[in-house]
């Protein structure tokens, strides 16, 4: 089994900056992309950005410019730093990593980790 734990979520005011991260804990696997997603109160999940093994990156038009993320392979470890949050930015966001196994590929979630920012 994998687990992914999250940290860094907190109350911030509008303009303020927080930085996210998650590891992956488990024995005998490997990790293709990983990524962040974000789901708001009454709204659907949706995709903040994914970065790939070998470092290329995507990210959903409304954070470009502001946010980045990162990842150490070694550690197993994916961050997201965002910058110049606005309170539309507030959801519990959610770390996922593409974990390949011996027994095949499968989508692997965190817990989510509150983000809120006030006006």
């Known amino acids: 089994q994998v687990q992914l734990v999250e940290s860094g979520g907190d109350l911030v005011q509008a303009g303020g900056s927080l930085r996210l991260s998650c590891a992956a804990s488990g024995s005998s696997f490997a990790i293709n992309d990983m990524g962040w997603y974000r789901q708001a109160p009454g709204k659907q999940r949706e995709l903040v950005a994914r970065?790939?093994?070998?470092?290329?990156?995507n990210y959903a038009d409304s954070v470009k410019g502001r946010f980045t993320i990162s990842r150490e392979n070694a550690k197993n470890t994916v961050f997201l730093q965002m910058n110049s949050l606005k309170p539309e930015d507030t959801a519990v966001y959610y770390c996922?990593?593409?974990?390949?196994?011996?027994?095949?590929?499968?989508?692997?979630w965190g817990q989510g980790t509150q983000v809120t920012v006030s006006s």
């Open positions: 996922n990593a593409q974990v390949r196994r011996l027994t095949g590929t499968r989508d692997y």
């Open positions: 970065i790939t093994s070998n470092g290329a990156t």
